[in-house]
């Protein structure tokens, strides 16, 4: 009944969910409405149990004095604190907003800076040629970058119209054929699920 | 419960009259083929009549042997499944991928590491690594300090990578799932430790990063194939070909559309673009 249970209660919920996207009367019943919500309920709750967790790990760094325990020390003041801070002040207090723009969003983009990096490095692996294929793959990519900059077009007269052709045909195609099997396969995942078929994420192994 | 109530009839009052919803129609019929194609591909699965088998896919086959690398380096074994929810399709298809790795690192005694950035999908990869290991026979050796919720904040979520990566070392990373931005950065990063990489993704965005930086790569629907490619299971291999007789379905549409066009017949093209 462990595994039993669950898949009931999601293919149950999933078959009233679909059927309400194309039966009116099923529609009109509003149940489809009430899973939306009881799904951000569920979040919520599951957020919290976040906190309890990650309470219950940190803490036991902290009281097993296990090595880097000091970080746990401060990720709980941060968390707490943070959490605290929006409790009392509203989310939308300038406080709470400053603390959010001025930390949270520049280590973000300090992160995503790296990527010009790791794009450069990721460039020098693979761009070797290796094979006819990864040749392909240079010199399309050689041919839409020279292209896409002014130089382009200073070295041969209507290179920017090859870059264009090369982004709108070959490759538009290809990603809408490669977007055509995604929407296929994530439609068969779902119907996979709904007839219990795919048990994976129930246990981890049908 | 009244305000369950509320937005039950309110719901109620705005769906308009009718069989089927307005404009779904179209979208009804479609899921209805493929339910039957489905069907009928299930049920001769389910005979034992013969289906075609799934063509080979390196990145699946690879699994084994790059888990196999990391226990003869005696290094463990990083997985991620990106940066979505459990309603993401690509989350789902990866659940049942980092079962088969989860039970195989466990018969190999390699330590798996897992990464999370949502609480609900955590809380899940807990319990699939966990019954993995007890399927394996092994479950004394589940540790529940290398699963790992990080954050939900995407950068952050990386720069906690990062941190696994260069703490750990793994032998092996394997990234299955819906990635956006961070996904070249993870995997330079696994690059830079030497790590063999395994990278299944459904975003046509990121499939080139995947195909440059990865060792063995998926692309697109490959990903979703994955579970009854490594379960050999007939009922879920049944789905995978009737998807395949769907998609030649799609394609002689497409190829009829053009034809339709070409051979001056507007009213057949006009019809195949408002389906």
Redesign the interface.
């Known amino acids: 009944m462990r595994k039993e249970g669950p898949l009931i209660v999601m293919v149950g919920a999933a078959l009233v969910v679909v059927i309400a996207h194309y039966i009116t009367a099923i529609n009109r019943t509003g149940f489809s409405t009430s899973f939306d919500n009881w799904v951000s309920v569920t979040m919520a709750v599951a957020v919290g149990l976040g906190l309890v967790g990650m309470t219950q790990v940190h803490m036991g760094n902290v009281v097993k004095r296990r090595a880097g325990f000091g970080y746990s020390i401060l990720f709980l003041i941060v968390m707490y604190g943070f959490a605290l801070l929006g409790l009392i002040t509203g989310t939308g207090a300038p406080a709470f907003n400053w603390l959010f723009q001025n930390l949270d969003v520049p280590l973000g983009s300090t992160v995503f800076a790296l990527l010009a990096f790791q794009t450069l490095s990721a460039i020098y692996r693979t761009f070797r040629f290796r094979s006819f294929e990864v040749a392909v793959f240079i010199l399309a990519g050689v041919a839409v970058l020279v292209g896409s900059a002014p130089i382009g077009d200073f070295l041969i007269p209507h290179w920017s119209s090859l870059s264009s052709w090369l982004l709108s045909v070959p490759v538009s195609s290809g990603f809408r054929a490669v977007a055509l099997g995604v929407y296929l396969g994530s439609f068969g995942v779902a119907l996979r699920i709904l007839l219990g078929l795919e048990r994976g994420h129930l246990t981890g192994a049908r | 419960m009244a305000s ?1 109530i509320a ?6 009052t705005k ?7 307005s404009g ?1 129609a179209v ?2 019929v479609a ?1 209805a083929v ?2 039957i194609l ?1 069907w009928l591909m ?1 049920s001769r699965a389910r005979s034992g009549q013969a289906l075609r088998p799934i063509r080979r896919l390196t990145a699946l086959d690879a699994i084994d042997e790059v888990i196999g690398r990391s226990t003869e380096m005696g290094q463990p074994v990083h997985y991620t499944m990106g940066l979505q929810g ?2 993401d ?2 989350t ?2 990866s ?6 790795v ?2 195989q690192c466990a018969r190999y005694d390699t330590r798996l590491i897992q990464t999370s950035n949502d ?2 999908v ?3 990869v807990c ?3 966990q ?2 290991y007890l ?1 394996a026979g092994r479950p004394e050796a589940y540790n529940p ?1 290398d699963v790992r ?1 990080l954050t939900q ?4 979520y ?2 906690g990578v990062f941190e696994v990566l260069q703490r750990e070392r793994p032998g092996a990373q394997v990234l299955f799932g819906d990635f956006f ?1 961070e996904a ?2 993870i ?3 696994g ?2 430790v030497g790590a063999v990489q395994i990278g299944a993704t ?1 975003d ?1 965005q990121q ?1 080139p ?1 995947f195909v ?2 990865c060792d063995y790569y998926l ?3 490959e ?3 994955a ?1 009854a490619y490594l ?1 050999h ?1 007939p ?2 291999t049944g ?2 070909v ?2 395949d007789l ?2 030649f379905l ?1 394609f002689a549409l497409i190829v009829a559309g053009v034809l339709a066009v070409n051979l001056g017949l507007p009213g057949f093209a006009t019809f195949l673009k408002n389906v």
């Open positions: 369950w937005a039950t009839k309110a719901a109620a769906a308009p009259a009718g069989l089927l919803l779904s979208s009804f899921i493929f339910g489905v299930v459990i309603t399709s690509g789902i298809a659940l049942p991928v980092l079962g088969y989860a039970g609480p609900i955590y809380a899940l319990e699939i690594i019954q993995a399927e300090d919720f904040t995407q950068f952050a990386t720069a931005g070249l950065m995997i330079e990063a690059a830079a459904q046509v499939v990063f440059a930086g692309i697109g629907e990903m979703y194939a579970s379960s299971d009922l879920l789905t995978i009737a998807e769907y998609k799609i």
